[in-house]
């Protein structure tokens, strides 16, 4: 099933042919910063299969928990979230399931795996059956 999705106002979209990998959702406290939210949720496609269909994001880069850079991609006119390439995880592309088109945000109502556990707020509970790390 492939992926498509925008920013709120349409300037930059987004496709992934191959559809998610696997979907996650990130505690750190950089994805927090990210989203002004306490984790992002995440449909991890192959960089392959993923590209920029409409406009151009801008970028922001940032060394996460890990240690290495992430790369934010974020629409310049909105300020939209869109998609994160982190260096810890090379041919991977982390959509921002928010800006995904047709409903497909539920992420099929299944998450795989929660990250960075070890920062995850308070009054959140793990997600049931999602595999839970520490750290990445």
């Known amino acids: 099933m ?4 925008s ?3 349409g300037a930059v979209a987004y496709a992934a042919t191959g559809g998610a990998e696997f979907s996650a959702l990130c505690h750190c406290v950089d994805c927090q910063k990210w989203t002004g939210g306490p984790y992002t949720s995440n449909a991890v496609v192959s960089e392959d299969s993923f590209s920029v269909t409409k ?3 801008k970028q922001c880069d940032m060394v996460g928990g890990s240690g290495k850079i992430n790369h934010h991609f974020f629409c310049g ?3 939209s979230s869109l998609f994160t390439r982190l260096d ?3 041919g991977k592309v982390c959509i921002k399931a928010g800006g995904l088109d047709n409903g497909a945000a539920s992420l099929d109502n299944k998450i795989n795996v929660e990250l960075y556990c070890k920062d995850r707020v308070a009054y959140l509970a793990p997600i049931e059956g999602a595999t839970q790390n520490p750290t990445m």
């Open 55 to 57: 406009g151009t994001p």
């Open 7 to 9: 920013c709120m106002c």
């Open 88 to 90: 810890v995880m090379p």
């Open 2 to 5: 492939s992926l498509s999705g």
């Open 77 to 79: 006119d909105c300020g």
